[in-house]
């Protein structure tokens, strides 16, 4: 109705009344990430029993059951802290799961214990010496949990208010003089005035109200622990966990537990400070180079980190260094190697080659053919090793791990919907599925060619699939043919191509 009583002129279609406020719809993007899949997604854990033994295929390993066997052992040597300066040789030939064998060392072995793999090529740079290289790869491999007591201020925060001056330079500016905040505990609250330096630290952890915290008594240091389990019925994408008020008071003394690499030590100690002016400060832009670090700091540092041991405020945690293709290494680094190997701080070596009697690098000359040794690694090193032979995959356990690896090559993640699907069924959307022909036929490029081929042609025959419009993109046995006649393996390439007319030979 106007205002004088008549009725208001009705509106033109497609408009907005003036006392009406318009609804906004916007959709919500998607927060799903894209899962991407690597050559060894699907290796989970060695997949052995309690009692040791190994299931023929289990989380998502096929076969090699004795040297899954055998790796196991090895990690409970390193749970145990006796394996600390011994070697394991991972022999056999290409595609043989090597490199998923000691992946799933990690894997058994957790987060906590330092892993550390490498190449053999690796230790060959322009910047720093091999042995350098070497050396660096062993103490990352090598971890320190570090146990301390200190004096925290732990709660949820209620009220954060930074309080503001006068500029004291006189400008028009307003500076921030201290911080107040109040932490909330189980029992009680406490409000704090804190220094302006740690409103830095807070904006960098992103903490506001309604946030769990606990600052450093003596250094300042904040950590933001997660979000109050108060506010867990609130929508918020950006909330990582919620976790429980602190019990206790807010004003504590808490034990807190630092894991560190001895190669975090080094670099932490053997960084130039340097002079703060304009030209020190362009010649570390300008070069920014690798500096090596000596023996004498390392050996400074074993001394401080013994003294640690001895006192019982730190444990040394023996990891795993993993050398793939050691072959690679020469005369050179197989004798810092031993020499590494003796040391008292030493981890667990795994070192993988799928070479047989090959010529050790470094002991060719003009005159010399070198030296020819197993696996390429010199014979005074070879009885250090515990050698887990690696053995060919059997036709069945090659179609096993090709079933094993499509459903993970073909399956994405989906959002979750309100259907009576089961969570593990909604997660996950199969792109496509392999027929019983399509199988046979990738076995067979298993078995004649290799594991490795017939893994690559999945992704390919699964595009050639939904180009043709195949029903429910089933591979299907010509798509399989169809991708083998598109991409060569190596065996064809070379037979075609060898001494063939335009190319160098």
């Known amino acids: 109705m106007a205002s004088n009583g008549l009725p208001a002129p009705p509106q033109p279609a497609g408009t907005v009344p003036n006392n009406e406020a318009a609804v906004k719809i916007a959709e919500v993007p998607n927060t799903n990430r894209v899962q991407r899949t690597a050559a060894h997604s699907h290796i989970k854990s060695l997949g052995l029993r309690p009692d040791g033994t190994a299931d023929t295929t289990s989380h998502g390993f096929v076969g090699q059951t004795a040297a899954r066997e055998a790796m196991g052992l090895v990690v409970d040597l390193v749970r145990a802290k006796k394996m600390a300066g011994k070697a394991v040789l991972l022999a056999g030939g290409p595609g043989t799961g090597k490199t998923a064998l000691a992946l799933a060392v990690s894997q058994e072995l957790g987060t906590k214990v330092p892993f550390c793999p490498m190449t053999g090529s690796e230790v060959y740079s322009a910047e720093v010496k091999k042995t350098e290289a070497l050396m660096e790869n062993f103490r990352r491999a090598i971890g320190l949990r570090v146990q301390e007591r200190k004096e925290v201020y732990e709660g949820e ?118 002079g703060q002016d304009v030209v020190s400060m362009l010649g570390k832009m300008m070069k920014p180079r690798k500096t090596e670090i000596t023996e004498k700091l390392r050996g400074e540092i074993n001394k401080v980190v013994n003294r640690y041991i001895d006192q019982g405020v730190a444990e040394l945690v023996p990891g795993v260094l993993f050398i793939d293709e050691v072959h690679m290494l020469d005369l050179e680094c197989f004798t810092y190697l031993n020499r590494a190997l003796e040391s008292p701080l030493s981890p667990i070596v795994i070192l993988a080659s799928n070479r047989g009697l090959t010529t050790i690098r470094g002991t060719t000359s003009q005159n010399d053919a070198g030296l020819v040794s197993a696996h390429g690694i010199p014979p005074d090193l070879l009885p250090r090793l515990l050698i887990v032979p690696t053995h060919p995959y059997t036709g069945q356990e090659i179609r096993r791990i090709i079933e094993t690896r499509a459903k993970l090559e073909f399956a994405s993640a989906t959002s979750p919907s309100l259907s009576d699907a089961t969570p593990a069924q909604q997660g996950l959307k199969i792109s496509a599925s392999l027929s019983p022909e399509a199988l046979e036929e990738l076995t067979k490029q298993g078995e004649s060619v290799s594991l490795r081929y017939a893994l690559q042609l999945l992704a390919p025959a699964g595009i050639l699939a939904r180009a043709r419009g195949a029903e429910g993109s089933v591979i299907g046995g010509d798509d399989v043919r169809e991708a083998v006649g598109l991409f060569w393996d190596a065996g064809r390439s070379a037979g075609a191509f060898t001494g063939g007319e335009g190319f160098i030979s």
């Open 157 to 274: 925060v209620v009220e954060l208010t930074p309080e503001e001056s006068e500029n004291p330079l006189g400008a028009y500016g307003r500076t921030i003089s201290h911080l107040v905040v109040v932490l909330r505990s189980s029992k009680g609250t406490k409000k704090l005035r804190l220094d302006p330096s740690i409103y830095e630290a807070i904006q960098k952890e992103r903490v506001r109200v309604g946030d769990v915290i606990y600052i450093e008594a003596n250094t300042g240091a904040v950590k933001r622990v997660g979000r109050s389990d108060a506010f867990s019925t609130e929508f918020d994408l950006e909330a990582e966990e919620y976790v429980p008020v602190p019990k206790g008071e807010v004003h504590k003394k808490k034990d807190v537990v630092q894991d560190v690499t001895l190669h975090d030590l080094d670099v932490a100690n053997a960084r130039p400070q340097g």
